[in-house]
């Protein structure tokens, strides 16, 4: 039986690399690149399911960390170009569960969360809060002070500036139970070519958004 594999790039600066499980070893290889990388499945501490953006698209990305610290990172769309994304929800799919099957037969322990790390929140929601504040004192300066009315342009800027905030606000992320990706089986029937990585498996409505 020939090895799950999938095909993923990640931004601009990564190349495009194939990944595949075989012999109990997470394994990739660069495109055009003739050596090949391996993570023994032993070795994996963690893996880490987040929903990110994908341009105007949302993906479920996968980060899976090993005990010396090695991260690998694949997801539910392929970058293909600026503003460009691919949708590879079913490849990815197929290798989330294959991947989950074979870690459960390691000796581990794997730790499974769900959500972006702590410093990504605190960043986008530190970026929301400097947004806000500069918005807030355009618009006291403009419209309060000088009582000029073009001060009121700033309130969309405040009002998107504390969304972001609430938005990404830094919350712990949680654990989620492995079996749901063990079990999951491939419907052929719904897979379409347009599938956004948001909907990429049936129960990923518990994947934390960011």
Known sequence: MPPT??????????????????DNRLQWQDEG???????PLDRVRQVRL?????GRESQVVCRV??????????????????????ANARDFRDFL???????????????????SSMAFLSIMAG???LLALVGAGFFAKLFLIDEN???LVMIPAIALGLWLMRLFWPRPPKAYDPGRYIDTKMDES???????????????????SR
């Open 5 to 22: 594999t999938l095909t993923d790039r990640r931004n601009a600066g990564t190349p495009q690399r194939t990944y595949f499980l075989d």
């Open 33 to 39: 690149c003739e050596t090949t990388g391996s993570l």
């Open 50 to 54: 987040a929903v990110e953006m994908a």
């Open 65 to 86: 960390s090993a005990e010396d610290g090695t991260e690998l990172a694949f997801g539910s769309m392929r970058w293909a170009g600026v503003g460009q994304w691919e």
């Open 97 to 115: 569960g294959e991947l989950h099957r074979d870690l459960a037969e390691q000796a581990g322990p794997v730790r499974y969360i769900e959500g």
């Open 127 to 129: 970026l929301g809060g």
């Open 149 to 151: 009315a073009i001060g």
């Open 190 to 208: 719904s897979d379409q070519a347009d599938e956004s990585g948001a909907a990429v498996a049936e129960n990923e409505g518990s994947v934390t």
